[in-house]
């Protein structure tokens, strides 16, 4: 409902008469089943679908220190 339908977290937990807090837990859920699904159905992972550049990220991270 609120990916398809586009209905707000309050309006959703109205139709279907749960808490916000179980719609917004529902939808996390559902997105992460259907990401799974799609990268097993690929035959690829996470790690080469969003390659993570952790040359950039240490440089980052050690001018923050710094």
């Keep these: 409902m609120r990916d398809v339908e586009e209905l707000s977290t309050a309006e959703a937990a109205s139709v279907l008469q749960i808490s916000e ?7 996390h859920r559902a997105r992460g ?3 799974h699904a799609l990268y097993k159905q690929s035959g690829v992972c996470a790690r080469e679908v969003f390659p993570f550049p952790a040359t950039r990220c240490d ?6 220190l710094a």
Excluded: G
């Excluded at 807090?21 to 939808?27: D, H, I, P, S």
């Excluded at 440089?59 to 923050?64: E, G, I, M, N, S």
């Design 21 to 27: 807090e179980a719609v917004k837990v529902r939808l």
């Design 33 to 35: 089943l259907v990401r």
């Design 59 to 64: 440089r980052v991270v050690a001018a923050v």
